[in-house]
């Protein structure tokens, strides 16, 4: 993932700047076509993604809010619009001064 992808996302304002960002982030992690990925779709049912997609998307998440992400939370999440409400909560209470990690 490009810095510019992960700053993206962490100084989005608006949902669909999150949507935009998380949508690049899917793209390069899993391979998937941008058209796929719709606020719509599910993770599982419409995306294929499985438990260590789930895992990747975890780590993903932690490094682009800078918050530990909660097992019982990632259970919660169904499509890619749960996963942008994820990140929005999450972004808004990211540590002062957080700034993501550089990519390898």
Request: aromatic share 4%; glycine share 2%.
């Amino acid at each position: 993932m490009t810095d510019r992808t992960d700053n993206a996302v962490r100084t989005a304002r608006t949902r669909d700047e999150v949507f935009q960002g998380l949508q690049r982030v899917m793209v390069e992690l899993f391979e998937l076509p941008p058209e796929a990925i719709v606020m719509e779709a599910h993770l599982i049912n419409d995306l294929d993604l499985d438990s260590i997609d789930a895992i990747d998307m975890a780590v993903r998440l932690q490094e682009m809010t800078g918050r530990r992400v909660a097992e019982e939370e990632l259970r919660s999440v169904r499509t890619v619009a749960d996963v942008v409400d994820f990140v929005l909560r999450h972004l808004q209470s990211a540590p002062a001064g957080f700034d993501p990690p550089r990519a390898s």
